[in-house]
């Protein structure tokens, strides 16, 4: 009985994570970088380092065109100071019409 009950749950178990994989098999290729500072000022970022796109979508919003959303990323490191950089940008095409304030 104790048997079953342990056979139970274990099949149990593997059947009900058998969905949970987080990675989509998309990767991102840090290369070294020098001289960044964290600023919000992408300019000092090499020019041809490579920018990934981000797939991302408010559920019920829907690109208007090719000019209506941008977001895309690029990432690099600096072994010397063990750091990390990502930057992140990102354009919307968003209009308001009435009073903001």
Not at 68 to 95: H, S, W
Request: proline share 4%; aromatic share 10%.
């Amino acid at each position: 009985m104790k048997f079953k009950s342990i056979l139970v749950v274990c099949t149990a178990l593997l059947l009900l994570t058998y969905n949970l994989y987080a990675h989509n098999g998309a990767m991102a290729i840090a290369i070294p970088v020098d001289g960044i500072v964290v600023d919000g000022d992408l300019s000092d970022w090499p020019d041809d380092m490579s920018e990934y796109p981000i797939d991302f979508r408010m559920k019920g919003k829907r690109n208007k065109g090719i000019n209506d959303a941008r977001r895309v990323f690029q990432i690099g490191y600096n072994e010397p100071e063990n750091a990390l950089y990502i930057a992140a940008e990102t354009q919307y095409e968003i209009c308001y019409a009435g009073n903001l304030s």
